[in-house]
Nanobody, 116 residues
Framework: QVQLVESGGGLVQSGGSLRLSCAAS????????MGWYRQAPGKQRELVAD???????NYVDSMKGRLTISRDNAKNMVYLQMNSLKPEDMAVYYC??????????WGQGTQVTVSS
């Protein structure tokens, strides 16, 4: 069983920065693609960024240039540095772990609030 625990969300002013962290349990972390998704009220959950086991990264177009996703396989941690935050970035941010098509786990989410 894999558990994902996010932290680092909170209230920030427009233009500010936050760093989200996700701690993963289990030995499959190094094999997994780790992702950050977000869900705003009334909207579908969407991928924000992910990082493959190879280290290859992928970012949503609306936040490119403002995000950096990274991972530390020795600590089973994945991070999301978010800069120049905008009110439209406000959402619950979820950590996700995927291995092939058979394993897919979610964290409980962390709220990001951006005041204008």
């Amino acid at each position: 069983q894999v558990q994902l625990v996010e932290s680092g969300g909170g209230l920030v002013q427009s233009g500010g920065s936050l760093r989200l962290s996700c701690a993963a349990s289990g030995s499959i972390f190094r094999l997994a693609t780790m992702g950050w998704y977000r869900q705003a009220p009334g909207k579908q959950r969407e991928l924000v960024a992910d990082i493959a086991s190879s280290g290859a990264t992928n970012y949503v177009d609306s936040m490119k240039g403002r995000l950096t996703i990274s991972r530390d396989n020795a600590k089973n941690m994945v991070y999301l540095q978010m800069n120049s935050l905008k009110p439209e970035d406000m959402a619950v941010y979820y950590c996700n772990l995927k291995v092939a098509r058979s394993l897919n786990y979610w964290g409980q989410g962390t709220q990001v609030t951006v005041s204008s």
